[in-house]
C-alpha cells in the first residue's frame, strides 16, 4: 500500500512538474491577449482622433466672424477633451494627433482673444468731458447687454484656455488692462492737460481744475471697480483692476507732484488747489475706500 501511495505521489509530482510550463505560458499568453487589446484599443483610439482633430480643425481655422461663437466655442471644448483623453495614452503614434490638435487650440484661442479686443475696445472709448465730470456715475454709458454677454463668454473661455496646461496663454488679462487703461486717460486728457497750466492771479477756492480732475478720477475708478466685477472671473479682479487703473492714477499722480514742485519753488496762489484737493479727497473717503478697500 505504502508503494502505492509513493507511486502515486511521484506521478502527481511529474504531473505538475509536466503542467506547470504550460500554465506559465497560458497566463504569459493571456497577459499579452489583454495587452493586444490594450493597444489595439489605443490604435483605434488615435485614429479616431485622427478624423476629429481634422474636424476641429477645419471648424477653429474658420475666422470666427463666419461663425456662431457658441459653436465654435463648443469646438474648443472638444478639443481641450481630446488634448485631456489622448494624454492617457503613452504611444508615440498618438504624438502627432496631439500636435495638430495643440495648434488648433493656438489658432482658436487667438480667435477668441483677438474678438474679446475687438469687442471690448469698441466699449472702451474715451467719454465726453461732461460725462467724465458728472456727479452721476450713472451718467457713464456701459456696454450694451449683448456686447456686455459676448465680453462674459470670451473671458470665462480665455480664463479656462490660460488654465489649461495643454494651452498656450492668452494674455488677454493684459489687453484688458491696457485698453480700459487707455480709455480712461483719454477721457481724462483734457482734465489732466488743464491741471497742468500753472494758475495765475488769486485763487478761487474749488475753482483749480485739479480738485475736478481727482473727483472724476475716482469716478472713473469706481466705474472700473463695477466693470471688472461684471465681465472676469472674481480670481482676476484684483488683478485685473488695478491694471486697469495704474496708468490713470500715475498720471494724475504726476500732475499733483508738478502742482506741488511749483507751489515750493514759488509759492504760488496754487497752493489754495492743493488744500482744496487734501478737502477733495476727504470728502470723498467712502469712495476712495470703496474702490481701493
Same mark, same amino acid.
Given at each position: 500500500?505504502?508503494?502505492?501511495?509513493?507511486?502515486?505521489?511521484?506521478?502527481?509530482?511529474?504531473?505538475?512538474?509536466?503542467? %506547470?510550463?504550460?500554465?506559465?505560458?497560458?497566463?504569459?499568453?493571456?497577459?499579452?491577449?489583454?495587452?493586444?487589446?490594450?493597444?489595439?484599443?489605443?490604435?483605434?483610439?488615435?485614429?479616431?482622433?485622427?478624423?476629429?482633430?481634422?474636424?476641429?480643425?477645419?471648424?477653429? $481655422?474658420?475666422?470666427?466672424?463666419?461663425?456662431?461663437?457658441?459653436?465654435?466655442?463648443? $469646438?474648443?471644448?472638444?478639443?481641450?477633451?481630446?488634448?485631456?483623453? %489622448?494624454?492617457?495614452?503613452?504611444?508615440?503614434?498618438?504624438?502627432?494627433?496631439?500636435?495638430? +490638435?495643440?495648434?488648433?487650440?493656438?489658432?482658436?484661442?487667438?480667435? +477668441?482673444?483677438?474678438?474679446?479686443?475687438?469687442?471690448?475696445?469698441?466699449?472702451?472709448?474715451?467719454?465726453?468731458?461732461?460725462?467724465?465730470?458728472?456727479?452721476?456715475?450713472?451718467?457713464?454709458?456701459?456696454?450694451?447687454?449683448?456686447?456686455?454677454?459676448?465680453?462674459?463668454?470670451?473671458?470665462?473661455?480665455?480664463?479656462?484656455?490660460?488654465?489649461?496646461?495643454?494651452?498656450?496663454?492668452?494674455?488677454? +488679462?493684459?489687453?484688458?488692462?491696457?485698453?480700459?487703461?487707455?480709455?480712461?486717460?483719454?477721457?481724462?486728457?483734457?482734465?489732466?492737460?488743464?491741471?497742468?497750466?500753472?494758475?495765475?492771479?488769486?485763487?478761487?477756492?474749488?475753482?483749480?481744475?485739479?480738485?475736478?480732475?481727482?473727483?472724476?478720477?475716482?469716478?472713473?475708478?469706481?466705474?472700473?471697480?463695477?466693470?471688472?466685477?461684471?465681465?472676469?472671473?472674481?480670481? +482676476?479682479?484684483?488683478?485685473?483692476? %488695478?491694471?486697469?487703473? %495704474?496708468?490713470?492714477?500715475?498720471?494724475?499722480?504726476?500732475?499733483?507732484?508738478?502742482?506741488?514742485?511749483?507751489?515750493?519753488?514759488?509759492?504760488?496762489?496754487?497752493?489754495?488747489?492743493?488744500?482744496?484737493?487734501?478737502?477733495?479727497?476727504?470728502?470723498?473717503?467712502?469712495?476712495?475706500?470703496?474702490?481701493?478697500?
Amino acid at each position: 500500500m505504502v508503494d502505492i501511495l509513493n507511486s502515486f505521489d511521484t506521478r502527481l509530482g511529474s504531473l505538475e512538474t509536466s503542467v %506547470m510550463p504550460i500554465h506559465k505560458s497560458t497566463q504569459t499568453l493571456t497577459r499579452l491577449a489583454g495587452n493586444m487589446d490594450q493597444t489595439v484599443a489605443a490604435l483605434e483610439a488615435i485614429l479616431s482622433y485622427f478624423d476629429l482633430a481634422t474636424q476641429e480643425e477645419a471648424i477653429v $481655422s474658420r475666422p470666427l466672424a463666419d461663425q456662431d461663437l457658441q459653436s465654435y466655442i463648443q $469646438s474648443i471644448s472638444r478639443i481641450r477633451d481630446y488634448l485631456r483623453a %489622448m494624454s492617457s495614452i503613452k504611444l508615440k503614434a498618438g504624438d502627432r494627433v496631439v500636435q495638430q +490638435l495643440k495648434r488648433s487650440l493656438k489658432v482658436a484661442s487667438a480667435q +477668441l482673444d483677438d474678438k474679446f479686443k475687438q469687442v471690448l475696445t469698441q466699449n472702451s472709448q474715451s467719454l465726453d468731458l461732461k460725462v467724465v465730470t458728472s456727479v452721476d456715475r450713472k451718467d457713464i454709458p456701459q456696454p450694451p447687454p449683448g456686447a456686455t454677454q459676448t465680453l462674459v463668454i470670451l473671458a470665462k473661455n480665455l480664463a479656462e484656455i490660460d488654465r489649461d496646461p495643454n494651452a498656450t496663454p492668452t494674455g488677454y +488679462l493684459k489687453s484688458y488692462c491696457e485698453i480700459r487703461a487707455s480709455g480712461m486717460i483719454k477721457s481724462l486728457t483734457p482734465l489732466h492737460q488743464s491741471s497742468n497750466v500753472e494758475l495765475k492771479g488769486v485763487y478761487e477756492k474749488g475753482s483749480g481744475p485739479f480738485i475736478l480732475y481727482t473727483i472724476s478720477l475716482l469716478k472713473l475708478c469706481r466705474n472700473e471697480a463695477d466693470l471688472a466685477d461684471t465681465l472676469l472671473d472674481s480670481k +482676476l479682479l484684483s488683478l485685473a483692476f %488695478m491694471g486697469s487703473i %495704474m496708468r490713470p492714477i500715475e498720471q494724475w499722480v504726476e500732475t499733483g507732484r508738478i502742482i506741488t514742485r511749483r507751489v515750493l519753488k514759488t509759492y504760488s496762489s496754487e497752493v489754495g488747489v492743493l488744500f482744496d484737493v487734501i478737502e477733495a479727497l476727504d470728502s470723498n473717503m467712502n469712495t476712495f475706500e470703496s474702490v481701493f478697500g
